[in-house]
């Protein structure tokens, strides 16, 4: 499933390849993704402008020059692809739809599963759509610091790693973000949620936003003029310092203890019992 990182850095492809252009042409293939398409998509979308593309948690927000904003989301399998024209077509097998842009480009959306979905929302009312409307803050935002990591886990018993996955609590920290920020942070991943220290939520808010940021750039750097999320784990995932390692030497050089495997909420998660408090 497409993360947040793959997302960011598939959002930064197209802001990159297709900003201030028009929209041409629009192919759509199938309507009956997760969310049913919009009958009148085509005509709501031909020769408007591409203003601004942004992200929001797990949503692309591709804002266009007559006040519509499209919600793409890559549900469990999506991808995004953006070729040039005149270039030898790759077919990809479940592409669902195409623009075609003032710039010679094709963007397609690719969905086996058909999790995903692309919704059409007034930009004036974007945050009062319902999917976006009631999401906590984004990991990479100020909002998210350590008085607030405090403030959420106060009187909690759960664990700490199904806090900080919990979307009600921060967006887009998905299962693996989750183990690699714990192990930077040095806390087991099953402690008590309310029984860290001020410290602990400090260095856990600046783990989780450098394992993303860290992600985000390894993605950014592999788009070129064609751009593709793929729901592999891809760039990062040479660099795991425990996600799947359990039974492998700790990378701390000095610690010689073994990556140990827990379920949490039926989630694999991986740690240094050495390593972590
Ligand atoms: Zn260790």
Do not use: W
């Not at 967006?171 to 989750?178: E, F, K, L, M, P």
């Not at 799947?244 to 949490?264: H, N, Q, V």
């Amino acid at each position: 499933m497409p993360e947040l990182p793959e997302v960011e850095t598939v959002t930064q492809g197209i802001r990159t390849e297709l900003i201030n252009k028009k929209i041409k042409q629009v192919l759509v293939y199938r309507r009956d993704l997760r969310f049913s398409m919009d009958p009148k998509f085509e005509k709501k979308v031909i020769g408007t402008k591409i203003n601004k593309v942004s992200r929001r948690a797990k949503y692309i927000l591709i804002q266009l020059d007559n006040n519509i904003t499209l919600i793409i989301h890559l549900g469990m399998s999506g991808r995004i692809a953006i070729e040039n024209l005149n270039n030898n077509e790759r077919i990809f097998k479940h592409t669902h739809l195409e623009f075609i842009t003032s710039n010679k480009k094709k963007l397609k959306f690719i969905d086996p599963r058909r999790f995903g979905s692309i919704l059409i929302c007034q930009t004036n009312n974007l945050y009062k759509h319902k999917l976006l409307k009631n999401l906590a803050p984004e990991p990479l935002s100020p909002e998210f610091c350590k008085n607030y990591l405090l403030n959420s886990i106060k009187f909690r018993k759960t664990n700490i790693k199904s806090i900080i996955m919990n979307q009600l609590v921060v967006v887009g920290v998905g299962n693996i973000y989750a183990s690699e920020s714990l192990y930077k942070a040095k806390i087991k991943p099953n402690r008590i949620a309310k029984s860290l220290t001020s410290k602990e939520c400090d260095r856990l808010v600046k783990s989780i936003k450098k394992v993303l940021k860290r992600s985000i750039k390894l993605g950014g750097s592999s788009i070129n003029d064609y751009s593709l999320v793929d729901g592999n784990l891809g760039f990062f995932q040479r660099e795991f310092e425990v996600y799947g390692r359990d039974g492998k030497f700790c990378r701390k050089k000095t610690c010689k203890s073994r990556i140990l495997r827990i379920m949490i909420g039926q989630r694999s998660s991986f740690y240094c019992n050495k390593c972590q408090k």
